[in-house]
């Protein structure tokens, strides 16, 4: 466990001495904050109505897919690709480190990351709740939908970036994977005849589920068995890469 | 009788239809340095990698103190202290949080962290770069902070491939003196395809090509064999090189006879003997009778070059391109 720590301890460091942190981290901040003042703004207009305010923050808005789609792969197409590319990977694969212990090291530097680029959005829950009566139970689900759907796609990315040295290459892959994961689950809006099997898949609407308060077991059980099968898949393909 | 080190039986490494590494066995006691010698691609590499199991094998074993390096793999790497060929670096770590990452993963208690970390940067000289941000030092520095990180967890066999290139000559002579040093409490196995460095640290030698294992033995005793294959160097004048060539060719017993430089109406030659023969009385007696003049003759041991040479050469022309310098040119890491 002490060396599993110790490899999410020197990515997590890696994000923060590379300019990629800061350019998501802001870009991240600047659409969520305009995108929370068209929601309070919304608010002030009488003949608007919302359920939960912060429903329409998590999952309603195509800005939301747009980072979810595209900020786990930027985050994961560095993790193993750049240890391929520069060699580090032998000196790593070379220490008492089973290949468990490198992927779980890197995914949960990756999964921290991503969940400390959300946490500023809670000052808006902060100051929303200040100034109007705030229900905690659909913020915290809303919270709860992001982090599961990215862990999702982050461990999509982390295996794309197992498959390539080259990690405009694994991004790239990345945003394939899970743009595929995304649209598949449109199909029940498409496909009404069997929109109940599709409805298994389809995170848009789990998402939005998530942001009214409704935490539907089934989306739960959905992404996070993907994330473990990803996660596993990740495991044997850094196996492969030596059998090569 | 404990068990050797290291043993090596029928390993084989294949990448697609290419053999890279074919029937190896060889094996490492407790205590040796031994050097892998062979030219650039001849195998050396992908054999270290496996016996450090960052590549499993596709047919033999390789077994380390015992533990084979495919189903024992983490036991093998916490016995091996190894420095890869090209040593690959986090750049955005500074030297001592490299080092203090690698005791972490290398799992050494954190009470003898400190210790361990304060010691090898000691050994290495490390002391004045301590501070300093990996991706901002000189090759010189890399090298050492690689060794560094081999020895951190005290592993009872060092694998070091080409430890010296890329570094200029001072630091050459410090490293080799670090590993004489190291091989006192160490087993060591290096590769390289510098020859002085083998004669300079090794007690066995064990020599690679076109993944084969060639020749195998101390330095002395695979020059000794050669000195029956010697031949002698020999300084004439009076006549036209070409026809000095010419007679001495026709000595009995004489298999070659090279022309080294000719300068002043002197030629000088190499007349390499067929088996053991002693050609000095017969050049001689050569010269006389021509009435030529013998500037100089003496009988040219044979170098561990000259074996290399031997066994590593398989075009007949030009020993020279084949001779390994001291500068290699491939680019680090390229070859497998």
Same mark, same amino acid.
């Given at each position: 466990m002490s060396r599993l720590l110790a490899i999410s301890g020197r990515e997590l460091r890696a994000y923060f001495t590379s300019p990629i942190a800061y350019v998501v981290l802001t870009a991240l901040l600047v659409v969520n904050g305009i995108y929370f003042y068209v929601i309070v703004a919304a608010m002030n207009e009488v003949e608007v109505s919302f359920g939960a305010p912060f429903s329409p923050f998590f999952g309603g808005f195509i800005f939301y897919w747009f980072f979810m789609l595209v900020v786990p792969p930027v985050l994961t197409m560095r993790l193993i690709s750049e240890e391929v590319r520069s060699g580090t990977l032998e000196t790593l694969m070379t220490a008492p480190v089973s290949d468990v212990q490198v992927v779980l090291g890197k995914y949960l530097a990756a999964l921290v990351f991503f969940f400390f680029l959300w946490l500023p959005t809670a000052a808006y829950v902060v100051y929303l709740g200040l100034h109007t009566e705030l229900d905690p139970g659909p913020v915290l689900s809303g919270y709860l939908g992001t982090l599961l759907i990215g862990a999702m796609f982050l461990?999509?990315?982390?295996? +794309?970036?197992?498959?390539?040295?080259?990690?405009?290459?694994?991004?790239v892959l990345g945003f394939t994977l899970a743009s595929t994961l995304f649209t598949l689950g449109l199909m029940e809006y498409l496909q009404p005849a069997s929109a109940g099997l599709w409805a298994y898949f389809n995170l848009h609407s789990q998402m939005i589920d998530f942001g009214k308060g409704v935490v539907d077991t089934r989306a739960v059980v959905y992404t996070l068995s993907s994330t473990a099968f990803l996660l596993f898949a990740t495991v044997r393909a850094l196996e492969r890469r030596r059998w090569s | 009788m404990p068990a050797p080190l290291v043993e090596v039986e029928q390993l084989t490494r294949r990448f697609g239809s290419t053999l890279a590494v074919e029937d190896l066995r060889f094996?490492?006691?407790?205590? =040796?340095?031994?050097? #892998?010698?062979? !030219?650039?691609?001849?195998?050396? *590499?992908? *054999?270290? @990698?496996?016996?450090?199991? #960052?590549?499993?094998?596709?047919?033999?074993?390789?077994?380390?103190?015992?533990?084979?390096?495919? &189903?024992? &793999?983490?036991?093998?790497?916490r016995r091996v202290g190894y420095l890869p060929e090209a040593v690959a670096l986090y750049p955005e770590l500074r030297v001592s949080e490299y080092l203090v990452f690698r005791s972490k993963i290398k799992e050494i208690p954190r009470k003898n962290r400190t210790g361990?970390?304060?010691?090898? /940067?000691?050994? +290495?000289?490390?002391?004045?770069?301590?501070?300093?941000?990996?991706?901002?030092?000189?090759?010189?520095?890399?090298? @050492?902070?690689?060794?560094?990180?081999?020895?951190?967890?005290? !592993? !009872? /066999?060092? /694998?070091?491939?080409?430890?010296?290139?890329?570094?200029?000559p001072n630091q050459v002579r410090q490293a080799r003196a670090l590993?004489?040093?190291?091989?006192?409490? %160490?087993?060591?196995?290096?590769? *390289?395809?510098?020859? !002085? =460095?083998?004669?300079?640290? +090794?007690?066995?030698?064990?020599?690679?090509?076109?993944g084969r294992l060639v020749a195998e033995g101390e330095p002395a005793e695979l020059k000794a064999r050669l000195a029956g294959a010697a031949g002698l160097d020999a300084e004439v004048r009076g006549a036209p090189a070409d026809e000095i060539v010419r007679a001495l060719q026709a000595l009995?017993?004489?298999?070659?006879?090279?022309?080294?430089?000719?300068?002043?109406?002197?030629?000088?030659? %190499?007349?390499?003997?067929?088996?053991?023969?002693?050609?000095?009385?017969?050049? #001689?007696?050569? +010269?006389?009778?021509?009435?030529?003049?013998?500037?100089?003759?003496?009988?040219?041991?044979? *170098?561990? =070059?000259?074996?290399?040479?031997?066994?590593?050469?398989?075009?007949?022309?030009?020993?020279?391109?084949?001779?390994?310098?001291?500068?290699?040119?491939?680019?680090?890491?390229?070859?497998?």
């Open positions: 461990a999509a990315g982390l295996f +794309c970036s197992s498959l390539t040295r080259n990690q405009v290459v694994a991004a | 094996s490492i006691e407790k205590g =040796e340095i031994v050097g #892998f010698l062979g !030219p650039n691609g001849a195998g050396k *590499t992908t *054999t270290l @990698r496996m016996l450090t199991s #960052f590549l499993p094998p596709s047919s033999g074993r390789a077994a380390i103190a015992g533990h084979d390096v495919f &189903s024992q &793999s983490l036991e093998v790497r361990r970390i304060a010691g090898v /940067i000691e050994r +290495c000289g490390l002391g004045q770069v301590r501070t300093r941000i990996v991706g901002q030092l000189s090759r010189g520095y890399r090298q @050492r902070l690689g060794l560094a990180d081999a020895l951190l967890h005290d !592993p !009872p /066999i060092l /694998i070091l491939d080409e430890p010296t290139v890329g570094l200029d590993i004489r040093e190291l091989g006192e409490d %160490h087993t060591v196995l290096l590769s *390289t395809h510098i020859l !002085p =460095e083998v004669e300079a640290l +090794c007690g066995r030698v064990l020599i690679l090509d076109q009995p017993g004489a298999a070659a006879v090279q022309l080294l430089g000719e300068g002043d109406g002197t030629s000088r030659l %190499h007349v390499r003997a067929l088996g053991d023969a002693d050609l000095r009385e017969a050049v #001689f007696r050569q +010269c006389v009778e021509r009435g030529w003049v013998l500037l100089g003759l003496t009988a040219s041991a044979g *170098t561990l =070059e000259d074996l290399f040479v031997n066994l590593t050469t398989h075009e007949p022309a030009g020993p020279e391109a084949a001779a390994a310098g001291d500068e290699p040119d491939t680019p680090a890491g390229a070859d497998r």
